[in-house]
């Protein structure tokens, strides 16, 4: 099993980015899967999930900025960050796991995670 992370970069403030996570070894059809950040000296926080059935949740620090989606056809996880803050700034994991509720405020109890992207908002 394994989820690698893409897309980070450096962007100004508004500007855009989109992430992406390629599974490999399980098909993500059946998984909830989902975004987490860390930001420097801070706590690992849930940003989004998609359901299996396409139901995707957001915190609220992030709601009608970001859009969360996925292509099982292509086993791949996607972020679509617009309107970027300066407090955006974070290590950006995706996760993956089918034993709980699929809401954002559950995303640390994830079994599976990638190894992060870094994205910089100046």
């Known amino acids: 099993v394994q989820l690698v992370e893409s897309g980070g970069g450096s962007v100004q403030a508004g500007g855009s980015l989109r992430l992406s996570c390629a599974a490999s070894?399980?098909?993500?059809?059946?998984?909830?899967m989902g975004w987490i950040r860390q930001a420097p000296g801070k706590e690992r926080e849930g940003v989004a999930t998609?359901?299996?059935?396409?139901?995707?949740s957001y915190a609220d620090s992030v709601k009608g900025r970001f859009t969360i989606s996925r292509d099982n056809a292509k086993n791949t996880l996607y972020l679509q960050m617009n309107s970027l803050k300066p407090e955006d700034t974070a290590m950006y994991y995706c996760?993956?796991?089918?034993?709980?509720?699929?809401?954002?405020?559950?995303?640390?109890?994830?079994?599976?995670w990638g190894q992060g992207t870094q994205v910089t908002v100046s």
């Open positions: 070894g399980y098909a993500i059809s059946r998984y909830c």
């Open positions: 998609v359901a299996s059935d396409g139901v995707t």
């Open positions: 996760a993956a796991d089918r034993r709980f509720g699929c809401m954002w405020y559950q995303l640390l109890r994830f079994a599976d």
